[in-house]
Nanobody, 121 residues
């Protein structure tokens, strides 16, 4: 079982910055990728950024140039640095981990509890 614990959410003025952190518990599973999703009220959850085990990154077009995802391998932690925040960034942000399993389909998804990010004008 993989446990994900998020921190760093809060209230920030437009144009400001926040840094989110997600720590994954130690397990026998290999973490294939870690990333961040977000969900605004009345909206579907959407991908924000992902960091793969091989070091590749991918960002939603809406956050490119403003958000940066990084990984601390020693602490099994993924972070999301959010700069130049906009009102549209307001959402609950969820950490996600894709882990390798021993049964089909040989990978599984785990989610954190979510952390609220609110951007004000």
């Amino acid at each position: 079982q993989v446990q994900l614990v998020e921190s760093g959410g809060g209230l920030v003025q437009a144009g400001g910055s926040l840094r989110l952190s997600c720590a994954a518990s130690r397990s026998i599973f290999v973490i294939k990728a870690m990333g961040w999703y977000r969900q605004a009220p009345g909206k579907q959850r959407e991908l924000v950024a992902v960091f793969t085990r091989r070091g590749n990154t991918n960002y939603a077009d809406s956050v490119k140039g403003r958000f940066t995802i990084s990984r601390d391998n020693a602490e099994n932690t993924v972070r999301l640095q959010m700069n130049s925040l906009k009102l549209e960034d307001t959402a609950v942000y969820y950490c996600n981990a894709v882990v390798v399993t021993t049964t089909p389909p040989y990978e599984d998804n785990y989610w954190g509890q979510g952390t609220q990010v609110t951007v004000s004008s």
